[in-house]
C-alpha cells in the first residue's frame, strides 16, 4: 500500500485512476503495536453486532395490540399493547446505547505502551490513528485498525438496512412515548428514605425516549451517527485532508478486492461493495467538493458498473448488498451539485 495515496492524488476528474493497492482487506489482522487498540474498540463497536443485527432482523411489532389498545382502551388491552412493546424498547434502547458508545470515555494503549486518557469518541480514536501524521505509513502500519474500520462501516449499512425494512418501529415507540406521557413507566428509582421517586423516574424515562425517538427518527441512523462524528473530528482536528485520504484508500482496497476477484466468496464480496459505498457517501459529506465531482479521487463510474455486475459475485437477490445503489442515491450530500458532471449523475440517478 506504500504508493496508495501517492497514486490517488493523480486526479482525472470522475475517471480517476484505481491503484493496484496490495492490501488484503478481508483478511487483515492486527499487529502487536495496533492490538491493544484494536481489541478496546473490537469489544465495544465490532463484536456486539451480529447480536444487535439478530435482534433487529427477527423484530416482532407490537402493532395488532397497539391498534386494539387504541381502538378499545381498556385496562386490559392496554396492559397487553404496553407488555407487547416493552421488548421493542429494550431493543431501541440497545440500539441507541450501542450508537452512544461512539462516545464514552475509555483509555487506550498507544503504541510507545503509555495508558492515556482519552474523553473522545472510539470512533475518533480509531481515526486518529489512521489520519494522524502520514496517512500512508499508518495504513501499512496498522491494518487491523483499518480492517476494524471496515466491519465498523459493513455494519452500519447493514443496520440501517434492517432499520429502513421495520417501518412499524418507529409507530411502536411512539405508543411507548405516548403512554409515558400518561403516567406509565418501567423502571423503578429509590429515593434516599428508600421510597420510590415516581417524579425522578419519570423524568429518566422520558429524556431517554427523547433520545432515542430522534437517533430512530433518520432513515439511516447508524450512518447519520458516524457523518456526524466524523464531521466533528475533522473539524476539531483539522485533518479533512487526511480522512479523505483515508477514505479513498479503504474506498480502492474494497472496489479492487472485488474487480480483481481478491474476494470470490459472495459473502466478502458483499462486504467489500458495502464498505466501499459506505466509504464514497463520507467522503462525500467531509471533502467540500464531494465525491462526485471532477477533483474527486474516487472513480464513481467503475464504482457504479461494479455495483451493477453484482450477480455476477453471486451475492443473494435478499442480501443488503442489493441496497448498494440506493444508499449511495439518496445518502450523497453532492450529487446534485451544479458541478456534479450531468454523466456521472445521470449513472447514478439512473441505476
Same mark, same amino acid.
Given at each position: 500500500?506504500?504508493?496508495?495515496?501517492?497514486?490517488?492524488?493523480?486526479?482525472?476528474?470522475?475517471?480517476?485512476?484505481?491503484?493496484?493497492?496490495?492490501?488484503?482487506?478481508?483478511?487483515?489482522?492486527?499487529? %502487536?503495536?495496533?492490538?491493544?487498540?484494536?481489541?478496546?474498540?473490537?469489544?465495544?463497536?465490532?463484536?456486539?453486532?451480529?447480536?444487535?443485527?439478530?435482534?433487529?432482523?427477527?423484530?416482532?411489532?407490537?402493532?395488532?395490540?397497539?391498534?386494539?389498545?387504541?381502538?378499545?382502551?381498556?385496562?386490559?388491552?392496554?396492559?397487553? !399493547?404496553?407488555?407487547?412493546?416493552?421488548? &421493542?424498547?429494550?431493543?431501541?434502547? %440497545?440500539?441507541?446505547?450501542?450508537?452512544?458508545?461512539?462516545?464514552?470515555?475509555?483509555?487506550?494503549?498507544?503504541? %510507545?505502551?503509555?495508558? *492515556?486518557?482519552?474523553?473522545?469518541?472510539?470512533?475518533?480514536?480509531?481515526?486518529?490513528?489512521? $489520519?494522524?501524521?502520514?496517512?500512508?505509513?499508518?495504513?501499512?502500519?496498522? @491494518?487491523?485498525?483499518?480492517?476494524?474500520?471496515?466491519?465498523?462501516?459493513?455494519?452500519?449499512?447493514?443496520?440501517?438496512?434492517?432499520?429502513?425494512?421495520?417501518?412499524?418501529?418507529?409507530?411502536?415507540?411512539?405508543?411507548?412515548?405516548? +403512554?409515558?406521557? @400518561?403516567?406509565?413507566?418501567?423502571?423503578?428509582?429509590?429515593?434516599?428514605?428508600?421510597?420510590?421517586?415516581?417524579?425522578?423516574?419519570? +423524568?429518566?424515562?422520558?429524556?431517554?425516549?427523547?433520545?432515542?425517538?430522534?437517533?430512530?427518527? #433518520?432513515?439511516?441512523? +447508524?450512518?447519520k451517527c458516524v457523518?456526524?462524528?466524523?464531521?466533528?473530528?475533522?473539524?476539531?482536528?483539522?485533518?479533512?485532508?487526511?480522512? $479523505?485520504? /483515508?477514505?479513498?484508500?479503504?474506498? !480502492?482496497? /474494497?472496489?479492487?478486492?472485488?474487480?480483481?476477484?481478491?474476494?470470490? @466468496?459472495?459473502?466478502?464480496?458483499?462486504? /467489500?461493495?458495502?464498505? +466501499? =459505498?459506505?466509504?464514497?457517501? *463520507? #467522503?462525500?459529506?467531509?471533502?467540500?467538493h464531494g465525491a462526485f465531482?471532477?477533483?474527486?479521487?474516487?472513480? &464513481?463510474?467503475?464504482? =457504479?458498473? *461494479?455495483?451493477?455486475?453484482?450477480? =455476477?459475485?453471486?451475492?443473494?437477490?435478499?442480501?443488503?448488498?442489493?441496497?448498494?445503489?440506493? !444508499?449511495? @442515491? #439518496?445518502?450523497?450530500?453532492?450529487?446534485?451539485?451544479?458541478?456534479?458532471?450531468?454523466?456521472?449523475?445521470?449513472?447514478?440517478?439512473?441505476?
Amino acid at each position: 500500500m506504500g504508493q496508495l495515496l501517492s497514486n490517488l492524488n493523480i486526479r482525472n476528474g470522475t475517471d480517476a485512476m484505481v491503484p493496484d493497492v496490495a492490501f488484503d482487506i478481508e483478511n487483515a489482522t492486527p499487529g %502487536d503495536e495496533e492490538l491493544y487498540l484494536y481489541n478496546q474498540i473490537s469489544s465495544m463497536l465490532v463484536q456486539p453486532a451480529p447480536e444487535l443485527l439478530h435482534q433487529l432482523s427477527n423484530y416482532q411489532s407490537a402493532s395488532e395490540f397497539i391498534r386494539t389498545a387504541i381502538a378499545s382502551p381498556t385496562q386490559e388491552n392496554e396492559n397487553r !399493547a404496553w407488555e407487547a412493546v416493552l421488548p &421493542i424498547v429494550d431493543k431501541l434502547r %440497545d440500539f441507541y446505547e450501542y450508537a452512544a458508545e461512539l462516545d464514552p470515555p475509555f483509555e487506550i494503549l498507544k503504541a %510507545d505502551h503509555n495508558f *492515556l486518557s482519552f474523553t473522545e469518541d472510539c470512533l475518533p480514536q480509531l481515526l486518529s490513528m489512521l $489520519c494522524s501524521g502520514d496517512v500512508n505509513k499508518n495504513l501499512e502500519k496498522y @491494518r487491523g485498525l483499518t480492517k476494524l474500520f471496515a466491519e465498523i462501516l459493513d455494519f452500519v449499512f447493514e443496520f440501517d438496512y434492517l432499520k429502513m425494512r421495520n417501518a412499524s418501529l418507529q409507530n411502536d415507540f411512539s405508543y411507548y412515548r405516548r +403512554m409515558l406521557q @400518561r403516567g406509565r413507566y418501567t423502571n423503578s428509582t429509590v429515593d434516599a428514605n428508600g421510597q420510590q421517586s415516581d417524579m425522578r423516574n419519570a +423524568m429518566i424515562e422520558d429524556e431517554q425516549a427523547n433520545r432515542i425517538s430522534l437517533f430512530i427518527a #433518520y432513515p439511516t441512523p +447508524m450512518l447519520k451517527c458516524v457523518i456526524d462524528t466524523t464531521a466533528n473530528y475533522v473539524v476539531k482536528h483539522n485533518v479533512q485532508k487526511s480522512v $479523505c485520504d /483515508c477514505l479513498t484508500a479503504v474506498w !480502492a482496497s /474494497c472496489f479492487l478486492a472485488v474487480s480483481k476477484k481478491r474476494s470470490q @466468496r459472495p459473502e466478502a464480496a458483499a462486504f /467489500c461493495l458495502k464498505v +466501499m =459505498v459506505v466509504s464514497i457517501i *463520507l #467522503y462525500d459529506h467531509i471533502d467540500p467538493h464531494g465525491a462526485f465531482s471532477k477533483q474527486s479521487p474516487i472513480n &464513481i463510474k467503475n464504482s =457504479v458498473k *461494479l455495483i451493477q455486475a453484482i450477480n =455476477v459475485f453471486n451475492i443473494p437477490q435478499n442480501s443488503s448488498a442489493s441496497n448498494l445503489m440506493p !444508499a449511495l @442515491r #439518496y445518502n450523497s450530500k453532492h450529487l446534485n451539485d451544479d458541478s456534479t458532471p450531468k454523466g456521472v449523475k445521470n449513472l447514478v440517478m439512473a441505476t
